[in-house]
């Protein structure tokens, strides 16, 4: 069964659980993020809409 | 498979459906890990610390290997000028400082409750720390340096230079006496953890590593579609 009991030390393991979901998120996030955009600017300038 | 790959054509065909493919493999490795690792009694000297040993760990292994593929992709890039290689230089570098930011993280919020500091100048710590500061390092320079080619060049010997720490990280609790514990789980011998505890520490390693194979492919198509964008541009003002 599921034991999300940390006790006395909950506080240095979910800081270190949260920490790592947000920096997770933050690569996932960023990564995506620069490979729309150039995807987005490689189809703008062959179609000629941005010179 | 390598050399197939560094056709850019043949490597942005085979990364549109091996990136999203890894991206599953992560998420499903991650879940039945941390289910693993919340069903895994307290320790008994640790306590519930040792949670933190599972995301602490393969964040540690993953700053090394990431660095390892950062430094081979700058060797064939800087040896045979090969764009792909470039790209996938830059590309694992950041990915890479995450993973070295959370290996020292929450290897201090690790250290406090287990060692009563967070933070010591011991061998293992310190050289983790000189590998971030490659990666920082490594990005700084690329973007101060606006000649594309020439950024290149001198992030890949920087890169190369840096490879030299790699050893000195992994044998830093053998070669010196170290408040960071010795290797557990690659070692003669075998590793000494128990199944229970060992487990999820593996499929969370696995999921990490296939969470990078995923954001590393992505990056690399990212960095092929911006020289693309970049040609296009010249191009046009031409």
């Given amino acids: 069964m599921l034991d999300f009991d940390a006790g006395k030390y909950a506080p240095y393991v979910w800081t270190a659980y949260g920490l790592t979901a947000a920096v997770f998120v933050l690569m996932v996030a960023d990564t995506l993020a620069r490979a729309r955009r150039w995807r987005r600017k490689v189809r703008d300038r062959e179609t000629d809409k941005t010179p | ?238």
Wanted: hydrophobic residues 60%; aromatic residues 14%; contains cysteine.
């Fill in chain 2, 1 to 238: 498979m390598i050399a197939a790959l560094a056709n850019p054509e043949r490597f942005m065909r085979f990364s549109r459906w091996a990136a999203p493919l890894f991206g599953v493999i992560a998420v499903a490795l991650g879940a039945v890990g941390l289910w693993l690792d919340f069903i895994a009694p307290p320790d008994y000297q640790q306590h519930y610390t040792v949670h933190i040993m599972f995301i602490h760990v393969p964040a540690a292994w993953m700053s090394l290997f990431v660095y390892g593929c950062l430094a081979g992709a700058s060797f064939i890039g800087l040896v045979f000028r090969h764009s792909l290689a470039d790209a996938a230089a830059r590309a694992a570098a950041p990915l890479g400082a995450g993973f070295t930011f959370l290996a020292l993280v929450t290897g201090s919020l690790w250290g406090k409750p287990t060692w009563g500091t967070w933070w010591v100048w011991d061998a293992r710590l310190t050289s983790v720390l000189v590998l971030f500061l490659f990666y920082l390092g490594y990005l700084a320079l690329q973007a101060a340096i606006d000649d594309e080619q020439r950024a290149a060049r001198a992030c890949a010997i920087l890169a190369l230079v840096g490879a030299i720490n790699l050893p000195i990280v992994h044998f830093s609790v053998t070669w010196w006496n170290t408040l960071h514990q010795g290797s557990s789980v690659f070692r003669k011998g075998g590793p000494t953890m128990p199944p229970v505890y060992l487990e999820p520490l593996l499929i969370l390693s696995l999921a990490y590593m296939a969470a990078f194979g995923a954001l590393w492919l992505v990056r690399i198509r990212g960095e092929v579609w911006r020289k693309r964008a970049n040609a296009l541009a010249l191009r046009a003002a031409g």
